[in-house]
C-alpha cells in the first residue's frame, strides 16, 4: 500500500512543481544551446526531492541512510535549487560540491583504498563525477529521468527500499518530463540524482570494495559516465571550457542522426538497460577478467563515438 501511496504522491507531486515553476516564474528559457522553443518550468527537481522525503517517512523504519548522508542529499537538492532560482556560477557550484563531498567522505570512510586519504579523494571524485554527470544529460525530454530511473532500479540490487523510492519519485516526474515535456527537473533534481546515484554506488563498493563491482557500478551509470568522457575529450580537442553548456553532446548527435525525439531517447535507454546487464555478469568475474573486458567495451565505446562524430563540434 506504501507503495502505491507513494507512486500516486510522486505523479502528484510532478504536477505541483511545474505549477510552482509557473507561478513564481522559475523558467527554462530557449536560447542557442537549448533544443525547446518555447519557456518550461524547471522546478520538476522539487517533486523528486519531497517524494524522497515522502518516502523516508513511509519507510523509515527499514531504510539504510544516516543523517549525515540525508544532510549531504539535501544541502545539494537546494544548491541546485537556488541555482535554478538565480543561477550560481558553474565554478562555485563546483566549489560547493567539492567540500561537502570531502565533509560526507571525512564522516563515512570508505574501504576501496587501503590508504584514508587516497579513500577521500576517490570518494570526492567518484561524488562530484556523478553529481555533473547527470547534470549534462538533461539535455532531453526524459533523458535524464530515466537514465536516473533505470540507474536507481539495478542499485536496488543493494538498497531495495531506498534505491526503489528515488526509482519511483523519476518515474512520477517522467509523466510530466517525457516528450513534449511540462516540466524540467532544472539544476536541483539533476544534482540531488547524481548525488544520490555517487552516494549509493561508493556504499556499495564499500560493501563490496573489489573492481568488479566498480566495474559493474560504471556499466549501470554508463550514459552520464559516457557522455562524460565525450564530452571532456571534445571540449579539450576543440579548447573549449569544460564548463560551458553546449549541443555537442552525444545524445543531441544521436538525435540528429535519428531524426526522431522518442525513439532516441528510448533507444539510450535500451543503451543503459543493456550495459547495466551486462554489468551485472562482470561483477561475479575475477578482477582482473573484469578490468580487462571492461576496459576493452569501454575503448570500442569511444572507438564507436570518434566514428560517429560524437568528439566533433
Known amino acids: 500500500m506504501e507503495w502505491v501511496i507513494l507512486f500516486f504522491s510522486s505523479i502528484i507531486l510532478g504536477g505541483f512543481s511545474g505549477y510552482i515553476?509557473?507561478?513564481?516564474?522559475?523558467?527554462?528559457?530557449?536560447?542557442?544551446?537549448?533544443?525547446?522553443?518555447?519557456?518550461i518550468p524547471r522546478t520538476g527537481g522539487v517533486g523528486i526531492f519531497l517524494s524522497f522525503i515522502l518516502g523516508i517517512y513511509?519507510?523509515?523504519?527499514?531504510?539504510?541512510?544516516?543523517?549525515?548522508?540525508?544532510?549531504?542529499?539535501?544541502?545539494?537538492?537546494?544548491?541546485?535549487?537556488?541555482?535554478?532560482?538565480?543561477?550560481?556560477?558553474p565554478k562555485i557550484k563546483f566549489f560547493l560540491e567539492i567540500v561537502l563531498s570531502i565533509l560526507l567522505s571525512m564522516f563515512n570512510p570508505g574501504k576501496f583504498i587501503p590508504f584514508s586519504l587516497l579513500n577521500i579523494l576517490f570518494s570526492v571524485f567518484?561524488?562530484?563525477?556523478?553529481?555533473?554527470?547527470?547534470?549534462?544529460i538533461d539535455g532531453m525530454d526524459g533523458l535524464a529521468g530515466g537514465i536516473a530511473f533505470i540507474s536507481c532500479l539495478f542499485l536496488s540490487y543493494w538498497f531495495k527500499e531506498l534505491s526503489l523510492i528515488v526509482a519511483i519519485a523519476c518515474l512520477g516526474f517522467l509523466i510530466w518530463n517525457f516528450y513534449p515535456a511540462k516540466v524540467f527537473m532544472g539544476d536541483g533534481g539533476s544534482l540531488f540524482l547524481g548525488a544520490f546515484i555517487g552516494l549509493m554506488s561508493?556504499?556499495?563498493?564499500?560493501?563490496?570494495?573489489?573492481?568488479?563491482?566498480?566495474?559493474?557500478?560504471?556499466?549501470?551509470?554508463?550514459?552520464?559516465?559516457?557522455?562524460?568522457?565525450?564530452?571532456?575529450?571534445?571540449?579539450?580537442?576543440?579548447?573549449k571550457s569544460i564548463f560551458k553548456p553546449d549541443l555537442g553532446h552525444f545524445y543531441n548527435k544521436l538525435y540528429n542522426l535519428m531524426k526522431n525525439y522518442v525513439f532516441t531517447v528510448i533507444l539510450i535507454y535500451i543503451f543503459a538497460i543493456t550495459f547495466g546487464v551486462l554489468g551485472f555478469f562482470l561483477k561475479?568475474?575475477?578482477?582482473?577478467?573484469?578490468?580487462?573486458?571492461?576496459l576493452i567495451i569501454w575503448f570500442l565505446l569511444i572507438f564507436i563515438g570518434y566514428k560517429l562524430g560524437f568528439m566533433k563540434e
Open 202 to 239: 561508493l556504499k556499495a563498493l564499500n560493501m563490496n570494495p573489489s573492481f568488479s563491482t566498480l566495474i559493474f557500478l560504471i556499466f549501470l551509470y554508463i550514459v552520464p559516465i559516457y557522455d562524460s568522457a565525450l564530452t571532456i575529450i571534445r571540449r579539450i580537442i576543440n579548447k
Open 58 to 89: 513511509l519507510f523509515k523504519s527499514t531504510l539504510d541512510i544516516s543523517f549525515m548522508e540525508f544532510f549531504f542529499l539535501s544541502i545539494i537538492f537546494l544548491i541546485g535549487f537556488i541555482d535554478d532560482l538565480i543561477s550560481i556560477l
Open 21 to 39: 515553476g509557473k507561478k513564481l516564474s522559475i523558467l527554462d528559457n530557449p536560447n542557442n544551446v537549448k533544443i525547446h522553443s518555447f519557456p
Open 126 to 136: 567518484y561524488l562530484v563525477g556523478s553529481i555533473n554527470a547527470l547534470n549534462e
Open 284 to 294: 561475479d568475474l575475477p578482477g582482473f577478467s573484469s578490468i580487462t573486458i571492461g
